[in-house]
């Protein structure tokens, strides 16, 4: 089988076979691979002088550089960005309701401390004029959300991928 040095493949295997690497993020020196180190340079690592990296696709998905013309971003070679969670703000989500609480219970009360709204009975025990944050029961008003990261990492299936480090060299033509 014919492959140019430096080929990233996708094996079913936990090893990379001989004249292969596991795509790790591994530092190799360049004195030993000068040929593999003329073609990913310092892309993925390294100082570029004794030393250069593999690229890293451990927990990773590769993506094609250059610009998408969708959203008009440009991917460099080796630049690594994402995140798999975010916090979300409440200023990014959309418009939506809560649920008031209440009860068909006759009301017993104008201080709506610690009670729910209730039926209403002469003389108005369902309305309370006490002003402004008053508590009412904990259940009052339905609670939606909480500050823990969002999960949005897409499904996976994990693959070993492995980059040639030997092989023809390739041509720029």
């Known amino acids: 089988m014919d492959y140019y040095l430096g080929d990233i493949r996708i094996v079913a295997m936990n ?6 690497a596991l795509c790790n993020g591994q530092i190799l ?14 892309f993925y690592g390294g100082n570029g002088t ?11 998905v590769s993506l094609g550089v250059g610009r998408n013309p969708n959203s008009g971003t440009t991917y460099a070679q080796g630049q690594m960005a994402g995140t798999q969670n975010v916090t979300l703000l409440p200023s990014q989500l959309p418009a939506h309701n809560h649920f008031f609480a209440a009860n068909n219970a006759p009301g017993t009360t ?3 401390a610690g009670t729910y709204f209730a039926d ?10 006490a002003g402004l944050n008053t508590v009412m ?3 009052a008003l339905s609670a939606t959300g909480s500050s823990a990261p969002l999960p ?3 499904p996976y299936l994990g693959l070993t991928f492995i980059i040639a480090t030997t092989g023809m060299y390739p041509s720029r033509n």
């Open 15 to 20: 090893f990379a076979p001989k004249g292969w």
């Open 29 to 42: 020196p360049v004195q030993q691979n000068q040929a593999l180190f003329s073609l990913l340079g310092t």
């Open 50 to 60: 004794t030393t250069f990296a593999l690229p890293n696709l451990q927990g990773r």
């Open 110 to 112: 104008t201080a709506p």
């Open 120 to 129: 209403s009975v002469a003389p108005d025990l369902d309305f309370s004029n």
């Open 137 to 139: 029961a904990p259940g």
């Open 152 to 154: 949005i990492q897409q």
